[in-house]
């Protein structure tokens, strides 16, 4: 088993940055691509930004990018998401995932087999 556990969330004025963490434990060495997703309320889960399991090859959702980067640091086991020029519209619990399955990291939620317990991220107008 993999445990993620997300930290970097909270209140942020609009036109602000904030960095989330994720830190991966357990089985480490059996995940692959990782990845962020957020869910607003009443909308459903969309992604936000995966990377591979070398850092080499991120992938953001179209609207994000240029706004948001993810980065991985393989020897610490930990990704990390940098948010800036934030939006209201950003507003969110965000969470952290890891698949099991080597390969590119995708923007399907299926494909990741392990979630953080989520965190808030509040864009003030």
């Known amino acids: 088993q993999v445990q993620l556990v997300e930290s970097g969330g909270g209140l942020v004025q609009a036109g602000g940055s904030l960095r989330l963490s994720c830190a991966a434990s357990?089985?480490?060495?059996?995940?692959?691509?990782m990845g962020w997703f957020r869910q607003a309320p009443g909308k459903e889960r969309e992604f936000v930004a995966g990377?591979?399991?070398?850092?080499?090859?991120?992938l953001y959702a179209g609207s994000l990018k240029g706004r948001f980067t993810i980065s991985r640091d393989a020897a610490k086991d930990t990704v990390y998401l940098q948010m800036n020029s934030l939006k209201p519209e950003d507003t969110a619990v965000y969470y952290c995932?890891?698949?099991?399955?080597?390969?590119?990291?995708?923007?399907?939620?299926?494909?990741?087999?392990?979630w953080g317990q989520g965190n808030q991220v509040t864009v003030s107008s």
């Open positions: 357990g089985r480490t060495f059996s995940t692959a691509a």
């Open positions: 990377i591979s399991r070398s850092g080499s090859f991120p």
């Open positions: 995932a890891a698949a099991s399955t080597r390969g590119l990291p995708t923007n399907s939620a299926s494909w990741y087999d392990y």
